[in-house]
């Protein structure tokens, strides 16, 4: 019996020492979800940010990863992203307690909501995805001056539906719309070619800000009207307090958008967190709920005031809603495809350029070398 077991040991001692020396197969690496400034294009390079940047060319699935990840847009995505399940369950809550189909004034709550649910949404999506590549860069945050263009429109039909008083009312609801919705396009237009001609200064500003500011002295005209001739800011309209807070919500994301602070004050400290980018998306959210919660209490309470006024329209507003959306989209894709181009054009330069590269003497010397071996 010791003399079976001794010889069962014996065979299996060299096994075990065998599966011990063999190589394990070595483990996957774990990915790099950031890199230095200096490791991907100019494109993509933000003011006074020198790392947390995602390396190009990945797969969609590691863009997705990266929603978890710390990286410089992590916080550009997330705020909006939670406002944009908020306003999920805010639009929820509204379908199903106001009757949309049955109600034709509430109509233009419901295109608030849905507009600012997109444009959140396409925020969120442009700074998760746009380090696909240099198309996908452009794409996506087309995609994202769309979604600003929607909801422009979508704040525009609320303020003049809801909020706005009989004597502003009939000096402009022969225009508001059309420029409204005009204006909406405009600021995506500009937006748009600022981000393709990527000049950042004073051409691209003009381009991007000035239609932008344009579109909002008009959409909020009817609000600012309310304000200055409201006779007593205390008495019972609630809403007043509401609209309020979203001009200086929407005034402070302004400032932030247009400067680049506090991150010019803290060069290479801000990677993550402290951007003014990420600052004007909280204010341009708490514009986006204050104005919501205005507009909704607006809907409730004067409806005596705005129902005689729009009981016939010069306009069809769902009309214009459509084609501020179609015209912005078309807008975007054939921007897009300019884009393409050159960004196809970009590549096949440089693969020419390493083709045509002129050959060293070291490379000469190691070709000859290799003649002389084959012969």
């Given at each position: 019996m010791?003399?079976?077991?001794?010889?069962?040991?014996?065979?299996?001692?060299?096994?075990?020492?065998?599966?011990?020396?063999?190589?394990?197969?070595a483990r996957r690496p774990e990915p790099v979800f950031t890199v230095d400034r200096a490791e991907v294009p100019p494109l993509f390079w933000k003011p006074y940010i020198y790392v947390g940047y995602r390396p190009l060319h990945q797969?969609?699935?590691?863009?997705?990863r990266t929603l978890f990840q710390?990286?410089?847009?992590?916080?550009?995505?997330?705020?909006?992203?939670?406002?944009?399940?908020?306003?999920?369950?805010?639009?929820?809550?509204?379908?199903?307690?106001?009757?949309?189909?049955?109600?034709?004034?509430?109509?233009?709550?419901?295109?608030?909501?849905?507009?600012?649910?997109?444009?959140?949404?396409?925020?969120?999506?442009?700074?998760?995805?746009?380090?696909?590549?240099?198309?996908?860069?452009?794409?996506?945050?087309f995609l994202d001056y769309?979604?600003?263009?929607?909801?422009?429109?979508?704040?525009?039909?609320?303020?003049?539906?809801?909020?706005?008083?009989?004597?502003?009312?009939?000096r402009v609801q022969a225009v508001f719309l059309p420029v409204a919705a005009f204006l909406a396009w405009l600021s995506c237009t500009g937006s748009c070619y600022n981000k393709y001609i990527q000049k950042p200064g004073l051409l691209g500003r003009t381009c991007q800000e000035v239609p932008s500011a344009?579109?909002?002295?008009?959409?909020?005209?009817?609000?600012?009207?309310?304000?200055?001739v409201s006779p007593d800011p205390t008495s019972d309209d609630p809403a007043l307090l509401y609209h309020k807070c979203q001009v200086v919500f929407f005034l402070l994301a302004a400032a932030f958008f247009s400067t680049f602070m506090p991150e010019r004050w803290f060069p290479g400290s801000c990677h993550v967190f402290g951007q003014g980018h990420q600052l004007f998306h909280v204010f341009l959210v708490l514009c986006t709920l204050a104005q919501l919660e205005a507009v909704a209490l607006d809907y409730e309470a004067r409806r005596p005031i705005y129902e005689p006024l729009h009981t016939r329209w010069p306009h069809n507003f769902s009309g214009l809603f459509l084609l501020t959306v179609g015209s912005s989209v078309l807008t975007a894709f054939l921007l897009s495809q300019l884009c393409r181009e050159r960004v196809d054009t970009a590549q096949s330069r440089e693969s020419d350029s390493r083709v045509r590269r002129p050959v060293t003497k070291d490379a000469k010397t190691s070709v000859k070398g290799k003649e002389r071996t084959r012969g």
């Open positions: 010791a003399t079976m077991v001794a010889q069962k040991l014996s065979h299996l001692l060299p096994s075990l020492r065998q599966a011990h020396q063999e190589p394990r197969p797969t969609w699935h590691f863009y997705f710390q990286h410089n847009e992590a916080v550009n995505v997330w705020t909006h992203l939670l406002a944009a399940v908020v306003l999920l369950l805010r639009l929820a809550v509204f379908v199903g307690t106001v009757g949309i189909w049955g109600d034709p004034h509430a109509l233009p709550l419901f295109i608030l909501l849905l507009a600012s649910f997109t444009y959140l949404s396409f925020s969120a999506l442009a700074h998760l995805l746009q380090a696909k590549s240099e198309f996908w860069h452009y794409s996506f945050f769309v979604g600003v263009a929607v909801y422009q429109f979508g704040s525009a039909l609320a303020h003049f539906y809801y909020a706005i008083e009989p004597a502003w009312h009939a344009l579109a909002y002295a008009l959409d909020i005209s009817p609000v600012v009207h309310r304000i200055l």
